[in-house]
């Protein structure tokens, strides 16, 4: 089946501009993740979504950052006023179940790369 | 606080060699634990992950980790690798609510 789909792949803007990125999970997976990828941080957790539940925002780098998911499903996180260090690799991963412990396989997307000039 | 350590940042073996990535972390309690690969342009693969029950644990593409409580490691290990395996290797426990805690990652170099 299809895995986790993230758009757009890449992503160029201007210091100052906001972005949206988009994550499609793999259809079932109740839990959502969102994580992010650069040089000098390596892997970052960011935020998790299982269901419709409220998100723990407490990983979010700023409050310029911010995520939704809309129907379980779909997720997008939003970056506004972005800034140079907020270049990085942005990726999404959904799991099946998920209770709060966790232990459930956390399934990748290919990552959106942004770019902010 | 959770933290993950993987000690080597980069290792070069032989095609054909065996090989054994080092992982030590601190939580408060044993994690579930995962092992990443992502190779260049692609995205992360799950190796192997360890939930409980028997310590050696087997996974994809003839890789096995190891789980040692009393030294909080998790090492992955293959006895012949292959040109094919050159790629960056992610130590991660954790999961759930809070997230993988990914190391730092090993990148490993094949040399023929």
């Given at each position: 089946g299809a895995g986790v789909s993230q758009s757009p792949s890449n992503k160029v803007t201007e210091k100052g501009k906001d972005v949206e990125l988009r994550c499609d999970p793999i259809s079932g997976h109740t839990a959502l993740y969102w994580y992010r990828q650069s040089l000098g941080q390596g892997l970052e957790f960011l935020i998790y979504f299982q269901g419709n539940s409220a998100p723990d925002k407490s990983g979010l780098p700023s409050d310029r950052f911010s995520a939704e998911r809309t129907g379980g499903s779909v997720s997008t996180l939003t970056i506004q006023r972005t800034q140079q260090e907020d270049s990085a690799v942005y990726l999404c991963a959904s799991s099946l179940l998920s209770g709060a412990g966790g232990g459930d396989t956390q399934y990748f997307g290919p990552g959106t790369r942004l770019t902010v000039l | 606080a959770q933290s993950v350590t993987q000690p080597d940042i980069h290792i070069t073996v032989s095609e054909g060699a065996s090989l054994e990535l080092r992982c030590n972390?601190?939580?408060?309690?044993?994690?579930?634990?995962?092992?990443?690969?992502?190779?260049?342009?692609?995205?992360?693969?799950?190796?192997?992950?360890?939930?409980?029950g028997d310590t050696l644990v087997q996974g994809i593409k003839g890789f096995e980790a190891e789980f040692k409580r009393s030294q909080s490691s998790f090492n992955l290990r293959k006895p012949s690798v292959h040109w094919s395996d050159a790629a960056e290797y992610f130590c991660a426990p954790g999961g759930g609510a809070d997230g993988l805690t990914f190391g730092k990652g090993t990148h490993l170099i094949i040399q023929p």
């Open positions: - | 972390y601190s939580y408060g309690a044993t994690p579930y634990l995962f092992w990443y690969v992502q190779s260049p342009g692609q995205g992360l693969q799950l190796l192997l992950k360890y939930f409980s």
